[in-house]
Nanobody, 126 residues
Framework: QVSPVESGGGSVQPGGSLRLSCAASADYGELWCMGWFRQAPGKEREGVATILRDGTTDYADVVKGRFTISQDESKFNAYLQMNDLKPADPGTYYC????????????????????YGRGTQVTVSS
């Protein structure tokens, strides 16, 4: 399967907004769901937001109320609207595909194995 492809990263000031996009191959099939993860320098990768095919979402506590994950009708294009970006939000943001069965149980705590994209950079600075 082809890895997902992210786009939309960039540099914003604190309080700014960015919208990330992810395109995954339909070859993954209907048993796979999508999520966003991020990794800051020197830190472990962490789950940010996940979405099941029925639209059920899960968010990391630190982004709740600021970030919104969504998907299109195909369920293989996902988006992350990031508002009120804070100095703690920068890093490489990865889109990933994971088994829906696992994501339903674990939400953002899921480890998608190797099904990550290459990532897109997000910088927040004044």
């Amino acid at each position: 399967q082809v890895s997902p492809v992210e786009s939309g990263g960039g540099s914003v000031q604190p309080g700014g907004s960015l919208r990330l996009s992810c395109a995954a191959s339909a070859d993954y099939g209907e048993l796979w769901c999508m999520g966003w993860f991020r990794q800051a320098p020197g830190k472990e990768r962490e789950g940010v937001a996940t979405i099941l095919r029925d639209g059920t979402t899960d968010y990391a506590d630190v982004v709740k109320g600021r970030f919104t994950i969504s998907q299109d009708e195909s369920k293989f294009n996902a988006y992350l609207q990031m508002n009120d970006l804070k100095p703690a939000d920068p890093g490489t943001y990865y889109c990933a595909v994971a088994a829906c069965s696992g994501m339903q149980v674990l939400g953002v705590k899921i480890l998608p194995g190797g099904n990550y994209g290459r990532g897109t950079q997000v910088t927040v600075s004044s």
